[in-house]
């Protein structure tokens, strides 16, 4: 075996494609990894593109390249998304999940087999390193296509979807992009998505240890990778004034999150800044005797960045007096924004409802 052979057995490589196929084999492994580059590529480059890591820098470079056979970048694809049912213990998965599914998708080759293969390479995302994002042009049409694989039963889709957005070392901070693409597909249908978006609210970790049930076999040691795993704060946000968008009762949904300790742990003041989101967007369709009675509350729970978003909202609608109240705030911060905010007025310089509408959209660090 040398890599001409394995090139030529494993991915149907023509003679004109092999060379062309080594040098972007060697150009991937030789930056950022410990792959001996002065070494003959036709004695051991086949046995590193044998390792899953390896084979998905490879992979990513090639579909992505012109002039190669779509049945080597198939062959690749279904290589390194389904090697992950098989990593040994301690082994990466290989990088370019979403963007090799993404490929697969477009050229309407994806199989149920990637899908379980993207499942497990997501779960072990944590082994590869810190700065591995994917862009969400690679995630988004992964998304599009998975998602309609008909053997994917709704469990199985809403913890997928669970998984993606907790897939931080994916995913970055593309949390809130990929939400909004879920939930406008269309081929979901609108309970599921309720049902996500409830999940995402109430549960800063949607698979707590030992309470969630997978809808497939999950080893311990990947549940308990699973149960270290944080939504984004600003997905719990925007999962508010999608649950109302979706059909849930928005003056229920309000009276509920604008509550002290309503929502706890990681990103419960997310989750209050989304009802302030939903509170904003439905302002007009709610009586104003209750609007008021919930911006008031809104203006008393614990985090000072929600009073804060409050006050703003206050003073979008209601006007300067809102914005006074301020100036008693328990916290010395709020009250020293509010008296510099109020002298900028004083000074003439008063904000616009589309710069208030800004500051509302403003997100809170995660």
Known sequence: MNTRIFLKRHLDATDEEVPRLIDMATNSLTRGTDYPGEVSPEERLWRYLQYPYYLGLFAQRVVAAEGISAHVKEKLCHAVLQVNMHLDKGQEPGPGLFQLTAWLSDAGLLSHQDYLGLRKGIIWLPRLTDNYVEPADYILPACDGVFKDPQIDRDQMIELILMILTAKEAVGDQGRIIFDHLMEMSF?????????????????????????????????????????????????????????????????????????????????????????????????????????????KAASLPDTAVRKRAYILGEKFMGLEFLEQALDDKAKSLREWAEKRLENRQNGHVPSTEELTEELAEQLED
């Open 188 to 296: 979901l249908n609108k309970s599921l998505k309720r049902e996500v978006c409830q999940i995402v609210v109430e549960e800063a970790i949607p698979f707590p240890r030992g309470e969630y049930e997978h809808p497939l076999e999950t080893t311990d040691q990947e549940q308990d990778r699973l149960s270290i795993r944080f939504l984004p704060g600003g997905v719990r946000r925007l999962a508010v004034v999608w649950l109302a968008r979706l059909g849930k009762d928005p003056l229920e949904l309000l009276k509920r999150l604008l509550k002290p300790n309503t929502v706890r742990g990681h990103g419960g003041d997310h989750v209050a800044s989304g009802a302030l989101d939903l509170l904003n967007e439905r302002w007009d369709k709610i009586d104003e005797e209750v609007r008021s009675n919930l911006l008031d």
